[in-house]
Antibody, heavy 124, light 109 residues
Framework: QVQLQESGPGLVKPSQTLSLTCTVSGGSITSGGYSWSWIRQFPGKGLEWIGYIWHSGSTSYNPSLKSRVSISRDTSKNQFFLKLSSVTAADAAVYYC????????????????WGQGTPVTVSS | EIVLTQSPGTLSLSPGERATLSCRASQSVSTSYLAWYQQKPGQAPRLLIYGASTRATGIPDRFRGSGSGTDFTLTISRLEPEDFAVYYCQQYGNSPPWTFGQGTKVEIK
């Protein structure tokens, strides 16, 4: 059973870069056809898909964040990463990493496996 | 970007009653690429339904998804105590961004 675990600073200053790590166990992030996404949930409970990295290493981002977001990976550690630059208070949320349900090409965009989420506050 | 609107915002029902949740899309969702999730406080969302009507592994058959195009429904045939939660729909059409509805809270009456 694949498991995901987010980690990273819980507090980021405005204008700085938010950096989070998702550590995956029970499955390889290079397994064919799965997408590995970052999703955030705002305090008002709305959910927003941020982007994904595919098994091949290709990425796709939400256009609303595209100029500020980067998703990368370290296959040797079975981890993938989120970087979000120039953060403001509007970026405060619980950040989740998640995996798609089944291998597919192009990748499917719904999520069977989730981490427990990590809260991020933006404040000086 | 496809906007999903869920209704009602809150549904107050008793255990054993039937719950009907609606999700309407601002444009047609390709190939019924619509999912439903359940979220309880302090937990990540849990996948219930994908492809508009296919139950995910381990999901009881009292959960049923239906619909196509722009109108989708999640029906819980008989509410169990553990079903009181917030439910989200999500579209995952061929072209991201993939988007979520704002949620429907099913609360105990």
């Amino acid at each position: 059973q694949v498991q995901l675990q987010e980690s990273g600073p819980g507090l980021v200053k405005p204008s700085q870069t938010l950096s989070l790590t998702c550590t995956v166990s029970g499955g390889s992030i290079t397994s064919g056809g799965y997408s590995w996404s970052w999703i955030r949930q705002f305090p008002g409970k709305g959910l927003e898909w941020i982007g994904y990295i595919w098994h091949s290493g290709s990425t796709s981002y939400n256009p609303s964040l595209k100029s500020r977001v980067s998703i990368s990976r370290d296959t040797s550690k079975n981890q993938f990463f989120l970087k979000l630059s120039s953060v403001t208070a509007a970026d405060a949320a619980v950040y989740y990493c998640a995996r798609s349900n089944r291998p597919a090409s192009p990748p499917e965009g719904y999520f069977r496996h989730w981490g427990q989420g990590t809260p991020v506050t933006v404040s000086s | 970007e496809i906007v999903l609107t869920q209704s009602p915002g809150t549904l107050s029902l008793s255990p054993g009653e039937r719950a009907t949740l609606s999700c309407r899309a601002s444009q047609s969702v390709s190939t019924s690429y619509l999912a439903w999730y359940q979220q309880k406080p302090g937990q990540a969302p849990r996948l219930l339904i994908y492809g508009a009507s296919t139950r995910a592994t381990g999901i009881p058959d009292r959960f049923r998804g239906s619909g196509s195009g722009t109108d989708f429904t999640l029906t819980i045939s008989r509410l169990e105590p553990e079903d009181f939660a917030v439910y989200y729909c999500q579209q995952y059409g061929n072209s991201p961004p993939w988007t979520f509805g704002q949620g429907t809270k099913v609360e105990i009456k």
